[in-house]
């Protein structure tokens, strides 16, 4: 693992009461005890997409910062992934490693999926989360499926969502190891096409060498990447199955917009990038919106079947939030993709490093 570490990084396998969970943290810095940032990185990616944001953070000598491998992804075991839980699975194990490394409070930063499981944990132990970072953030009413600001299902059986929704040879390439760029669904393609904006990877070769390693390091097949499926009797002929990670982010098994309820808020911090083809209201992943846009056949139309607004409903539920007595700032960055850690490092530092020294509880905002 060493060829992937940037100099100043080490690697840790933390053995928790579930499993063995692989963490990486800034040089011989002890993790354990008190109060540390805590990364959780993104779908068919890894840890090693924050080592440069846990060495700037840790650089400034005011936090202890860890990232750590979600089950199923890295280093961490691979054990299946109940997705009949939604993402309560890597939530319990997010609090399994709080409690092997004896950490009092936790500042959350969740990038993508890694945000769904960052406001699934604030749900489950409210009191020992300090504060939330959102970076490119899934809906909270998951991902596929879902109409209007506040996360209505189009079907019932969440038809539009779940593992039937991968492109098949996108996890073809995954199995395969694929390093290359020589096709579009290659994970080196992915990275380029849609993990950033065009043009926002940095300069350095090594670190996308890096990055695609830490795409690769993705288990796939029906207990992990994407999951199985079922079929449905509504548009486009896919609904949830109960194995693996497309599967925890259905609208069937996923809602987080209880956070809105919560005696105590923590603040939070929304960061994403404007070019986000992701996570957006438009969505290329989305097959509502590629029907809309002719890529998928037999779309039924705006009104039977819209596509997600995604950015609309986390917006919605943060006002929500705000509304309801906690806190939220929203920075949106231009020219951004997926990956604002990534794209713009100085930027996302600075803004995350404001957000860590806010007060625990502060009056509701938003800018």
Avoid: C
Wanted: proline share 9%.
């Amino acid at each position: 693992m060493d060829d992937v570490l940037l100099p100043g990084i080490t690697a840790r396998a933390e053995p928790t009461a579930r499993l063995n969970q692989s963490v990486l943290h800034p040089g011989e810095v002890d993790p354990t005890g008190g109060e540390a940032v805590v990364f959780v990185h993104g779908n068919v990616s890894s840890a090693l997409f924050w080592q440069h944001t846990m060495l700037a953070v840790h650089g400034t000598g005011l936090h202890r910062t860890l990232a750590v491998d979600l089950r199923g992804f890295g280093g961490t075991d691979p054990l299946p992934v109940d997705a009949t839980r939604g993402v309560r699975d890597w939530s319990d194990d997010l609090g399994a490693l709080v409690e092997a490394l004896r950490l009092e409070r936790v500042h959350l930063v969740g990038w993508s999926l890694g945000a769904g499981v960052v406001l699934q944990h604030l749900l489950d132990a409210p009191d020992r989360v300090a504060s939330v970072a959102l970076v490119a953030p899934m809906s909270p009413y998951g991902f596929g499926g879902t109409a209007g600001p506040d996360g209505r299902l189009v079907h019932a059986d969440g038809a539009g969502s779940g593992g039937g929704v991968a492109n098949p040879e996108f996890v073809a390439a995954l199995e395969a190891g694929d390093t290359t760029a020589d096709a579009a669904t290659s994970p080196r393609s992915v990275l380029r096409a849609f993990y950033v904006a065009p043009g926002s990877l940095p300069l350095d070769p090594r670190l996308e060498d890096v990055f695609v390693a830490s795409m690769l390091s993705t288990r796939t097949g029906q207990d992990h990447y994407p999951g199985d499926a079922t079929t449905s009797d509504a548009w486009p002929g896919t609904a949830p199955g109960r194995r693996g990670v497309l599967n925890t982010v259905a609208p069937t098994v996923f809602d987080v917009s209880g956070i809105v309820d919560l005696p105590r808020k923590p603040p939070v911090l929304w960061i994403r990038g404007e070019a986000d083809q992701i996570i957006s209201d438009t969505s290329a992943f989305d097959l509502a919106f590629l029907g809309s846009v002719g890529a998928v056949p037999g779309w039924p139309g705006a009104e039977a079947f819209p596509p997600q607004p995604m950015v609309t409903q986390m917006r919605a539920v943060l006002d929500r939030y705000a509304a309801a007595g906690g806190a939220y700032r929203e920075v949106a960055l231009p020219e951004v993709g997926h990956s604002p850690h990534v794209e713009r490092p100085q930027e996302f530092v600075v803004a995350l490093l404001e957000h860590l020294a806010a007060p625990a509880e502060q009056p509701a905002h938003l800018t």
